[in-house]
């Protein structure tokens, strides 16, 4: 069994490995990262390839840009998903246009690596769930993984891409464990993960809330209420024809995600059901548009949890 | 200086890079005047000694990043005319398809890794450029032209402090024409200026005359030896005066007239060829050659781009991912 964040460093140095134009750059990189995911890289890749930088959001994104454009393969490490902040300009009116606004000749072959969402109370600025924004955004892919071997398998998919990949490194879920096999295969961008099968409802979510889903589905099963459970695991390109055909077989779709449920990836989804089944019973589940607060009571208060996935799936079975 | 054979040869082409970007630069902006460009477009009339001064000292190979102002660093890095022009005027063969404009010209063919809309935007993309050229083992270098408005934004400082910290083969570029689009650039800016930011981050800067571009050739053939050895980045620091507004619709006419005319008076190619006369490299009638030759040139490339296909609609939907 292998820890997620172990899956993510054997995936990395697997891929470091095989392609010397692979190299990772961001801060506290040589001293393995924050969370491990580098560790023994200096020794195996040395500094040139394995490069801890300044605190400059800006240039380490634009930087991995402009050394993929010469043909070399970075990985973009922001090391916690709020500080992409500080470089939205490199991203959204840099990497995300390049390929398109100069007719395809850019080929920006990297990956940005955003470990989100919320973890150990962390407060306001470092536990946001902004996945949304990105797949607004044109011109990028965004893959949300949630178990060891789909991060695994999606990071070698996100190396070896010619396209920018934003990866939202699961940071609540570090230290969940599952298998991985010993050479990781790509897994293919924008599929699905059928995490268990049922005729009740479906439930699709990604990311940190899977095992909150699983959870939820626990106890329904408990009741007698089979849940169909599918893991996106990528925002875009997203699975949507697994989605309508699952949402239109069980008649029912509930879309559950940590995100702020105000115009929420969720939102996108449940759009797109009404449009391709319609009659499909449709509901979501997501934070209130509330900042992240700090402590445990407050926190517990607006995050959603299994109890509240449960009664959402309630009210939907009632409709 | 001493006109040898061979800076003979290297002074008429410096010479005639400037003619070209004055005369592509006249031609599509009246182009733009006739409604037949359409969006923005930032002319660089009067600055052409800084883009063909640097440029020229330059491989195929190396990069460069470039502004919102850059037909300029375009053409004198060797990106093709018919490709720009019909860039400019919207049409499939441009060099993005169309999809770019004046504001977004890209010629990866020679190195010339695109203009941007967003000032400053260049700096990180050149420093990385000439991060992967290191990583490969490669001895070409990333030149990054950016103007005085630059210096005030964040990447400027986070840019220059990088490629000192890593020694990349970098050459930074600031194009000085004293004002951010509508402001004056001192009115806005604290301290001693570009040369003591660089100096401050253990980047050497040097300032010329931007509007000679003997002095500027001179500056940037030594600067881009050393970053090409491996001495690190450098920054050249070249002073030049925008003739134009900020855009083709702006008259600049806050501006006093009496110094518009004396900016206009000392602009690069007179000035240039002033010299070149006095030290016997050509002719009048040669000089006046070449600058007939280059506004023949853009305006038959204006009207091959008149006559070009627009982008099939369909164009609209590809190239946002490559997968």
């Known amino acids: 069994m292998t820890t997620l964040v172990e899956a993510l460093r054997l995936a990395a140095l697997q891929e470091m490995k095989r392609d010397p134009r692979v190299w990772v750059l961001g801060e506290d990189v040589a001293r393995g990262g924050l969370f491990g995911q580098y560790r023994g890289f200096l020794e195996k890749f040395g500094p040139d390839r394995v490069v801890s930088t300044p605190i400059s959001e800006a240039v380490i994104m634009g930087a991995g840009l402009g050394a993929a454009l010469v043909g070399t393969r970075p990985i973009i490490e922001m090391r916690i998903f709020d500080f992409v902040m500080c470089a939205m300009d490199e991203l959204v009116n840099q990497i995300a246009k390049i390929r398109y606004m100069f007719g395809g000749q850019a080929r920006p072959s990297l990956v940005v690596r955003m470990p989100h969402g919320l973890w150990r109370n962390s407060a306001a600025q470092h536990s946001q769930v902004l996945e949304a924004w990105f797949a607004h955004l044109p011109g990028v892919v965004v893959v949300a993984p949630s178990t060891p071997a789909d991060a695994a398998g999606l990071l070698v998919s996100a190396i070896r891409s010619d396209d920018p990949v934003l990866f939202f490194d699961p940071k609540n879920l570090f230290g969940v464990e599952g298998e991985v096999p010993e050479v990781i295969e790509p897994i293919p961008f924008g599929r699905v993960r059928r995490v268990q099968s049922g005729n009740g409802l479906t439930i699709v979510s990604w990311s940190a809330l899977m095992p909150a889903v699983q959870q939820a589905a626990a106890v329904l099963a408990s009741r007698g209420i089979g849940a169909e459970i599918l893991d996106l695991r990528c925002l875009w390109p997203w699975d949507q024809a697994a989605v309508v055909a699952s949402a239109r077989r069980t008649g029912r779709l509930l879309v559950a995600h940590e995100a702020v449920e105000v115009g929420g990836f969720g939102a996108e989804i449940i759009a797109c059901v009404a449009e391709h089944a319609p009659g499909v019973k449709l509901a979501r589940c997501g934070m209130p548009r509330v900042p992240l607060p700090f402590s445990p009571p407050l926190e517990e208060a607006i995050k959603v949890t299994p109890a509240k996935i449960v009664a959402a799936a309630d009210r939907l079975l009632a409709r | ?323």
Not at chain 2, 47 to 56: D, S, T
Not at chain 2, 135 to 143: S, T
Not at chain 2, 154 to 174: K, Q, S
Not at chain 2, 262 to 275: D, L, V
């Open chain 2, 1 to 323: 200086m001493n006109a040898t054979t061979a800076n003979a040869a290297h002074w008429l082409a410096l010479h005639r890079s400037m003619c070209r970007i004055r005369a592509f630069e006249e031609t599509a902006l009246a182009a733009h005047q006739a409604g037949d460009i359409p969006g923005p477009l930032h002319v660089s009339i009067g600055q052409e000694a800084v883009a063909a001064g640097v440029c020229l000292n330059l491989r195929r190979e190396d990069r460069i990043t470039s502004n919102h102002r850059g037909h300029g660093h375009a053409l004198a890095k060797g990106a093709g005319v018919a490709g720009m022009m019909e860039e400019l005027h919207g049409r499939a063969g441009g060099h993005c398809g169309g999809k770019g404009g004046s504001m977004h010209i890209a010629d990866f063919s020679v190195g010339m890794l695109g203009a941007n809309g967003v000032v400053a935007g260049g700096i990180p993309i050149a420093v990385g450029a000439a991060q992967g050229l290191k990583l490969l083992g490669l001895d070409h270098i990333a030149v990054c032209f950016f103007g005085d408005g630059a210096i005030n934004r964040g990447p400027f400082l986070e840019g220059l402090n990088w490629a000192a910290l890593y020694r990349l083969p970098v050459l930074f570029v600031c194009e000085d024409n004293g004002v951010a689009a509508f402001t004056r650039a001192a009115d806005v800016t604290a301290g001693p200026g570009v040369v003591a930011r660089a100096a401050a981050l253990g980047v050497p800067a040097v300032t010329v005359d931007g509007n000679d571009v003997g002095a500027v050739d001179a500056a940037a053939a030594r600067l881009v030896a050393e970053v090409r050895g491996g001495a690190g980045p450098r920054l050249l620091h070249a002073q030049t005066y925008r003739h134009t507004g900020h855009t083709s619709t702006d008259a600049a006419a806050w501006r006093p007239a009496d110094e518009v005319a004396a900016a206009k008076q000392g602009e690069p190619i007179a000035r240039f060829e002033a010299r070149l006369l006095a030290e016997g490299v050509a002719t009048a009638a040669e000089l006046a050659a070449v600058r007939e030759d280059a506004l023949a040139e853009m305006q038959a490339a204006r009207a091959a781009a008149m006559a070009a296909p627009w982008p099939d609609p369909a164009t609209a939907f590809s190239d946002v991912l490559g997968a």
